[in-house]
């Protein structure tokens, strides 16, 4: 049974860092993409940031550029978000996604299965 879930979400002052984990089991992960998604209150789910199935290719939100980071351990099952330089407007829930079509994108149509989620939240 395919299961994804966050952790790594908190409380954080602006300007500070925190790195998301996303765990995944029951799936032959390291041949999909995976993504990171967030949804603030009374805003849209939008996406952050996504990494190929190899690593070799990722995407980012222009919001996040320059300050977000995705990675991929296959080996561990475990996709990476470091974030850093974080604003008060990077308080959301965060979401891990991955899919088993081959698609890649910053999309939420492009994914199939999505974990729980974790709650950051940037303030002083």
Not at 4 to 20: D, F, K, N, T, Y
Not at 23 to 29: L, Q
Not at 43 to 67: Q, W
């Amino acid at each position: 049974q395919l299961q994804i879930v966050e952790s790594g979400g908190g409380l954080v002052q602006p300007g500070g860092s925190l790195r998301l984990s996303c765990a995944v089991s029951g799936f032959t992960f390291n041949y999909y993409a995976v993504g990171w998604f967030r949804q603030a209150p009374g805003k849209e789910r939008e996406g952050v940031s996504c990494i190929s199935s190899t690593g070799h290719t990722t995407d980012y939100a222009d919001s996040v550029k320059g300050r977000f980071t995705i990675s991929r351990d296959n080996a561990k099952n475990t996709v990476y978000l470091q974030m850093n330089s974080l604003k008060p407007e990077d308080t959301a829930v965060y979401y891990c996604a991955t899919e088993q079509r081959g698609r890649y994108g910053l999309s939420e149509n492009e994914y199939d299965y999505w974990g729980q989620g974790t709650q950051v939240t940037v303030s002083s």
